[in-house]
């Protein structure tokens, strides 16, 4: 099953994202749940980091909040919120869509 991760980073965090951002990429490839697909979200300029989205392949909701609250983002404080939803994977334009399994199409 996917899951749609949305975190919105405190005013604040941009200096312990940067501190933190090799810790996290390593988190997230040795992960228990699989990325699907990963980035920070920017402000309108393009260029300022405000938060992280996610979608992860993952059997349970319990499982993806498990890891999420593992993450070293979150250890160091860099969201203010977090949201976790189920998410149903419905339009995918990327060329066959580079790897995803079908079963997780709907």
Same mark, same amino acid.
């Given at each position: 099953?996917?899951?749609?991760v949305?975190c919105?980073?405190?005013a ?9 951002? $090799?810790a996290? !990429? /390593?988190?997230? #490839? =040795? ?9 920070p979200? @920017? ?18 909701? $319990?499982?993806? !909040? /498990?890891?999420? #609250? =593992?993450?070293p ?8 919120? @977090? ?7 419905r ?16």
């Amino acid at each position: 099953m996917l899951f749609a991760v949305h975190c919105l980073d405190h005013a604040d965090a941009l200096p312990r994202r940067l501190a933190n951002y $090799d810790a996290h !990429k /390593a988190y997230l #490839a =040795g992960g228990s749940v699989a990325t699907v697909i990963s980035g920070p979200l @920017v402000a309108a300029d393009g260029a300022t980091m405000i938060g992280s989205l996610f979608v992860f392949s993952a059997d349970s909701l $319990d499982e993806v !909040k /498990a890891f999420n #609250a =593992g993450d070293p983002f979150n250890a160091a404080n860099v969201w203010q919120s @977090v949201s976790i939803n189920p998410f149903l994977l419905r339009v995918d334009n990327r060329p066959d869509g580079e790897g995803l399994d079908e079963k997780l199409r709907l």
